[in-house]
């Protein structure tokens, strides 16, 4: 929680992103699907008319700005709540006060930043007070709700998803910075345009970020005469390896390891090479993805190419004998040969279909013509009599029904034309005429 102190930080040494916080929904900047005219959250705000909800997008985009102006246009109490530092027992305290509040006929505000890393008991002690209306919750998260939030807390909240801020927002807001006197107004600083979009694409989409890295660039630029000028040389020094956005375990994750698997699915090995850069880059385990790639070479190429399977497992190898950074170029290798292999899903739908027929049919006795027989009784029995050895037949084939009879006939491996798999469905319908032919069905 927010509290007054003795000590708190001077306004002019605040970061320049706390300096220049909007107030007002006119000087936020980005989220226009949600705040331009006539869109649902500004007519909420704008006719009081709020509930409680949950603000996701990436860092940086004015999850708590907005609710702090919410609070303020609302005229409600403002409780700032963190999950990080905050447990059941601040959270008790913190209802205590909303409930005092509401006796003297005041609206509170309870704000709850990164609501994510509350455990379900916290989540829970939420409930009571959302529906009593004791309270109107914002909660603020970077990870998919529908994961990380309880279906009950979440079922009581309305979702707005926030995008991350476009270069021309952030341009504008470093702009904006130069000129305010609660930045750098009263200053004389000279920035070329190019220098401030650098900035702008550098942020990915993060206020917050931009905002601290103009502030960083200006800190170090070279002071002559009353004027501070910041150069390209400048800048460089101070835009360090981006930090990408990226969680190993959460949505992101899943995001863009399907990212990587639909573009070579879709044979664009540009892309493929681009997410792949993206996971790698952000620090993403290579076994795992070439885990994935090893996948994709049997469910999307299959028959159609089998070497793709050789050289998948090869770069699993080269990934788990020499490690990162040396590996990215085995792993660029099987991405870019998925992505130009020609295509065929043969595999996994062979598996699907057998796979429904075995949960579905009865579970059927292995036929006595392929069963073993390892003991006299087992052969008294019947197991295995009749069985064709087809290394003994002409042309290695035999009319010999392997499937149960409820079975028979039933067809899962269709293969395609695409590449080598359209000699395997050559090959196969050879058998079959064959078989055909010699009393099979």
């Known amino acids: 929680m927010d ?13 320049l992103a706390e300096r220049l916080r909007p107030e007002t929904l006119e000087d936020f900047v980005g989220q226009r699907q949600l705040l331009g005219p006539g869109k649902i959250l500004r007519r909420l705000i704008e006719g009081d008319r709020i509930a409680s909800m949950i603000f996701w997008g990436p860092p940086g985009v004015g999850k708590t700005t907005l609710a702090r102006i919410i609070a303020r246009q609302t005229k409600s109490s403002f409780i700032d709540f963190s999950a990080v530092t905050s447990g ?22 309870v704000f709850v930043d990164e609501i994510h890393r509350f455990n379900k008991a916290q989540q829970d002690a939420f409930l009571p007070f959302v529906e009593k209306g004791s309270i109107l919750l914002i909660g603020a998260t970077t990870e998919n709700p529908s994961f990380e939030i309880n279906s009950a807390l979440l079922s009581r909240c309305k979702v707005f998803v926030l995008s991350a801020l476009t270069p021309e927002d952030l341009t504008a807001l470093l702009k904006r910075a130069l000129r305010d006197e609660k930045g750098f107004g009263r200053q004389k600083i000279v920035m070329d345009s190019e220098l401030l979009e650098m900035v702008a694409n ?29 150069t390209r040389e400048t800048l460089e020094q101070c835009l360090s390896k981006r930090s990408l956005l990226y969680d190993k375990k959460g949505e992101e994750h899943y995001n863009l390891i399907s990212a990587l698997h639909k573009s070579m699915r879709n044979s664009d090995p540009d892309a493929a090479v681009y997410w792949l850069a993206r996971m790698l880059e952000a620090g993403e385990d290579p076994l795992y993805i070439a885990r994935r790639i090893l996948r994709f070479a049997a469910e999307d190429v299959g028959l159609a190419d089998p070497r793709a399977m050789e050289l998948a497992v090869a770069a699993y190898q080269a990934c788990h004998f020499i490690g990162v950074p040396e590996c990215n170029v085995h792993l660029t290798e099987a991405a870019v040969y998925m992505a130009v292999a020609p295509k065929s899903n043969a595999m996994e739908a062979a598996y699907l279909a057998a796979k429904g027929d075995a949960l579905t049919m009865l579970d059927e006795p292995v036929p006595l013509v392929i069963r073993n027989a390892p003991t006299r009784l087992m052969k008294d029995l019947g197991y295995g009599a009749n069985y064709q050895y087809a290394h003994d037949a002409p042309n290695k084939l035999t009319n010999m029904q392997c499937l149960p009879d409820s079975l028979r006939g039933r067809e899962y491996y269709r293969p395609t034309e695409e590449g080598v798999e359209g000699r395997f469905k050559q090959r ?13 069905r």
């Open 3 to 15: 509290e007054d102190s003795l000590f708190q930080v001077r306004p002019e040494t605040q970061p």
């Open 88 to 109: 059941i027992k601040e959270i008790r305290a913190v209802m205590q006060k909303a409930e005092e509040n509401r006796r003297y006929g005041e609206r509170t505000i």
């Open 202 to 230: 550098f942020a990915n989409g993060d206020a917050r970020m931009a905002l601290s890295t103009l502030e960083m660039a200006i800190l170090n630029g070279d002071e002559a005469e009353g004027v501070t000028t910041v």
């Open 428 to 440: 196969l319908k050879e058998i079959k005429d064959w078989k055909r032919r010699h009393g099979w």
